[in-house]
């Protein structure tokens, strides 16, 4: 059964500090997609790494993907108070099937 | 806005009874997916449909069903409501066009607001 681990589960930083959240998954995998929650809102798409070495960045968040370590990274950097929220990874396995990992509830304190 | 219409936002029903929640994808969008929010469990994948049929299933009760319909909303069926069940139940819609091998091109998930059914 695929497992998508994602860690640290809650992290709390100081604005301007550097972050890194890790996302695992258990099996071959062509896509990855990470995403943003606000407190009481709906699921909002932030990237999607469709290939091995993939890296997108927006604003201060930057997304990577390792296929062969099944590893995947969303990394923070000088984090603001307004990128407080929950982020999940999410894994496409067969047929556009996507499985979510537990999310990461971040909280940036000033 | 993402386009995706869940209704109804919120539904306090008891137990033993039966719930219908609605969701309208994107403009567009051939399929439709239903997920599960609950404090200890996360965000559980239910089932997918496109364009009408079945093609993945997650964790689904054998007390839940949906269908998709020919204008492609969907409709999610609980019923014999438990406790257990109260959650945040959110669709989600991709445009997920179909390859001729079966498989799709694949696109991020759009999601609705959500319905938040207590039982009691």
């Known amino acids: 059964e695929l497992k998508v681990e994602q860690n640290p589960l809650f992290l709390s930083m100081q604005e301007g500090k550097n972050y890194t959240i890790y996302c695992n998954y258990s099996t071959t995998s062509d896509r990855l997609y990470w995403y943003r929650q606000d407190p009481g809102k709906s699921l909002e798409s932030l990237f999607v790494l469709l290939s091995n070495g993939a890296v997108k960045q927006e604003g201060r968040l930057m997304a990577s993907l390792d296929t062969k370590a099944r590893l995947s990274t969303l990394h923070i950097t000088a984090a603001v108070h307004d990128l407080s929220a929950t982020y999940f990874c999410a894994v496409e396995i067969n047929n556009n099937d996507m499985r979510f990992g537990a999310g990461t509830r971040l909280t940036v304190k000033p | 806005d993402s386009g995706v219409t869940q209704t109804p936002k919120h539904l306090i029903t008891a137990t033993g009874q039966r719930v219908t929640l609605r969701c309208s994808p994107r403009?567009?969008?051939?399929?439709v997916y239903w997920y599960q929010q609950s404090l200890d469990q996360g965000l559980q994948f239910l089932i997918q449909?496109?364009?009408?049929?079945?093609?993945a299933k997650g964790n689904i009760l054998e007390r839940f069903s949906a269908q998709q319909f020919p204008d492609l909303h969907s409709e999610l069926n609980l019923s014999s409501l438990e406790l257990g069940d109260s959650a945040l139940y959110f669709c989600a819609s991709s445009v997920a066009t179909e390859r001729p091998d079966f498989r799709f091109y694949n696109s991020p998930l759009h999601f609705g607001n959500g319905t938040r059914l207590t039982v009691t």
């Open positions: 403009s567009g969008d051939l399929s």
């Open positions: 449909y496109y364009n009408g049929e079945e093609r």
